[in-house]
């Protein structure tokens, strides 16, 4: 997985992840950038290293539940990603590629809201060329909720769905761990909306509970 927050790949992804590490899969995940200064008007106060310090343990207690073998992070500036030169994004997961040697990415989808999701979209495409030696063979984007379907004109339409129907509960207990991240229902980044969205991407897949993608890429 490679993520522009933390929390956006368990939002993302984090049931159909479960579901891959019960059946033997290893998984790692890449977070790029902080996901916290943005809230704050000085991004290197003693307290925003704090604060970002403990998002990064609750990043490390969600993962763990969904199985993920190790969580790789970097300090990229929250909601800042188009003040980074591309290449810099690049490198970065051109190197943990270099060092999982991963054959399928989960990352953002193009088109959404959050700026930082649009640049690291385009970041994994440009690390990942089909080019000889590659070894990725499938990329996916997912939906994150408050970002996806906050753009306009919606434009997200996935045609690849993983039944998450025995995995929901483990989920949502990852989503837990992101305690300053959650919201209130009716707010779509809440326990209760990423459950809801989970049912109705299950019910148009003819499932009780499914997470939803665009395959960007499968080469078979």
């Known amino acids: 997985m490679v993520a522009a927050h933390p929390d956006d790949e368990v939002l993302g992804c984090g049931g159909t992840v479960a579901r891959l590490t019960n059946d033997g899969c290893e998984v790692y995940t890449l977070i790029l950038g902080t996901g916290i200064g943005a809230r704050y008007g000085q991004a290197d106060s003693q307290n925003v290293k704090s604060e970002i310090e403990k998002l990064k343990k609750r990043a490390h207690a969600a993962n763990e539940i969904i199985g993920v073998k190790e969580v790789f992070f970097h300090n990229f500036a929250d909601n ?6 591309l290449l810099d994004l690049v490198k970065v997961i051109e190197q943990a590629k270099e060092d999982i040697k991963p054959d399928i990415v989960f ?19 440009t690390a990942t060329r089909p080019l000889s030696e590659e070894t990725v063979r499938q990329i996916y984007s997912f939906e994150v909720l408050s970002s996806t379907e906050w753009n306009y004109p919606l434009s997200f339409s996935p045609n690849v769905f993983f039944d998450i129907s025995g995995v929901i509960e483990a989920k949502m207990k990852a989503m837990s761990q992101y305690k300053s991240e959650l919201r209130e229902f009716p707010h779509p980044r809440s326990l209760e909306g990423a459950k809801s969205n989970a049912k109705v991407w299950g019910m148009k897949a003819g499932l009780k509970y499914a997470e939803a993608f665009e395959c960007v890429r499968w080469i078979r």
Request: net charge negative.
């Open 80 to 85: 800042r990603f188009d003040t980074v030169a």
């Open 107 to 125: 990352t953002h989808y193009a088109g959404d809201l959050n700026i930082d999701h649009q640049i690291t979209y385009k970041a994994v495409l």
